[in-house]
């Protein structure tokens, strides 16, 4: 059983679509990491989250913590998007992340 | 550049050997983490480390041990390799003890294969 899952697990999209991530996870939480994991295999966190919204560029991050869910916008894609989007909690309860098996997008120009 | 440095960044191996990862926390941070991500699977957490001590344990086999030095760098060790070892193991490292409370910042990662 994952405590989180991700949809969709691959998204192609043309450039400039509006891109939609959605995380679902099924544990009482404290926080929420979206990641991003380029194709060489870097990782690099795009956002923390323990409720609302936050945004940065293109980037946009919502949760909702009564519906145990959150997602991740992408505004105007480009192909520089394109890599795998990972979504990670932090239950009340421990020290440690759970994470999404990832959301693999492309981004075609 | 996240700061976090790992070494090496590839390294290829047969089975039964032993390895040894090595992770450079950011200058600050007091929190060193290891994951494991094996091909097609997410990341698993291995172990945690803050100020020297083990603070939290994942899924890490017997075979493997983890420690971290006065300086904050950390070393994973790999012993007794299995194909099934292969993989990509991610350091992260935070300023405070729970990941909650402090960004998590990554390595490249260093990518093992077991021959």
């Known amino acids: 059983k994952n405590e989180v899952e991700q949809s969709p697990q691959n998204l192609t999209a043309q450039e400039g679509e509006f891109i939609t991530i959605n995380c679902s996870y099924s544990?009482?939480?404290?926080?929420l990491h979206w990641l991003q994991q380029h194709p060489g295999g870097g990782i690099v966190s795009l956002f923390m989250?323990?409720?609302g919204k936050k945004k940065h560029g293109r980037l946009i991050a919502t949760i909702n913590i009564q519906e145990k869910h959150s997602s991740l916008h992408i505004t105007a894609s480009h192909p520089r998007d394109s890599a795998v989007y990972i979504c990670?909690?932090?239950?009340?309860?421990?020290?440690?992340?759970?994470f999404g098996t990832g959301t693999s997008l492309t981004v075609i120009p | 550049d996240s700061g976090v440095t790992q070494t090496p960044k590839h390294l290829i191996t047969a089975t039964g050997q032993r390895v040894t990862l090595r992770c450079s926390p950011r200058?600050?941070?007091?929190?060193v983490y290891w994951y494991q991500q094996s091909l097609d699977q997410g990341l698993q957490f291995l172990i945690q480390y803050y100020n020297g001590e083990e603070r939290a344990k994942g899924n890490i086999l017997e075979r493997f041990s983890a420690q971290q030095f006065p300086d904050l760098h950390s070393e994973l060790n790999l012993s007794s390799l299995e194909l099934g070892d292969s993989a990509l193991y991610f350091c992260?490292?935070?300023?405070?003890?729970?990941?909650?409370?402090?960004?998590?910042?990554f390595g490249e990662g260093s990518r093992l294969t077991v021959l």
């Open positions: 544990v009482g939480i404290s926080a």
């Open positions: 200058s600050g941070d007091l929190s």
């Open positions: 990670a909690v932090l239950p009340y309860t421990g020290n440690q992340f759970y």
């Open positions: 992260a490292s935070s300023v405070h003890d729970r990941e909650n409370t402090g960004e998590l910042f």
């Open positions: 989250l323990s409720s």
